[in-house]
């Protein structure tokens, strides 16, 4: 099983700051990791996979980088509408897809 | 554009099986890797399982011995049976479109209680 463990598990951010969220692998998973955005009482929505690319439709101030083992979710100026709670998720073993424990991002 | 909806019981017994059903909408079934994915509450994901439109899966080695996921094309559906379960099953659980899922349904609530 590969563990994905995020960090930190609340993030304090006030609107218009960056945000910076962290992601790590327990073995290297290449690309193959997306992040998801969940907020309360919704499904998660998908933002960025490949590590890197962009969803259809997702603003620019989110961006995905990282390969291997370490990854980074950045939100360049916070919206009141990105907070929320953030998945990492590796799809790189196919035979068993993993999820971190996620990352909280509330208001300051 | 492409919508999923979960359907089945919202309470299920102990010791009993849980069973979901999947439809999809705005689009063909084919081609694509179809999941489950669960949330238990105030909990992270986790993966359940995954099938392509052909019929082969995927299973969290943690559930495997309890889980089926089956597909039938000709309904635009597939669905998910966990046998056995116990409290510890109850979650949200979500069908999805792939294996980092880009398409999600709006979840359904399976609570297990007598």
């Known amino acids: 099983e590969i563990v994905m463990t995020q960090s930190p598990g609340t993030l304090s951010v006030s609107p218009g700051e960056r945000a910076t969220l962290s992601c790590r692998a327990s073995?290297?998973?290449?690309?193959?990791l997306a992040w998801y955005q969940q907020k309360p009482g919704q499904a998660p929505r998908l933002l960025i996979y490949g590590a890197s690319t962009r969803a259809t439709g997702l603003p620019a101030r989110f961006s995905g980088s990282g390969s291997g083992t370490e990854f980074t979710l950045t939100i360049s100026s916070l919206q009141s509408e990105d907070f929320a709670v953030y998945y990492c998720?590796?799809?790189?073993?196919?035979?068993?897809?993993?999820f971190g424990g996620g990352t909280k991002v509330e208001i300051k | 554009q492409v919508q999923l909806q979960e359907s089945g019981p919202g309470l299920v017994k102990p010791s009993e099986t849980l069973s979901l059903t999947c439809t999809v909408s705005g689009g063909s079934i084919s081609y694509y890797y179809w999941s489950w994915i669960r949330q238990p509450p105030g909990k992270g994901l986790e993966w359940i399982g995954y099938i392509y439109y052909i019929g082969s899966t995927n299973y969290n080695p943690s559930l495997k011995s309890r889980v089926t996921i089956s597909v039938d094309t000709s309904k635009n559906q597939f669905s998910l049976k966990l046998s056995s379960v116990t409290a510890a099953d109850t979650a949200v659980y979500y069908c999805?479109?792939?294996?980092?899922?880009?398409?999600w349904g709006k979840g359904t609530t399976v609570t297990v209680s007598s």
């Open positions: 998720q590796q799809y790189n073993n196919w035979r068993e897809l993993t």
């Open positions: 999805a479109r792939g294996r980092n899922p880009d398409v």
């Open positions: 073995q290297s998973v290449g690309s193959n």
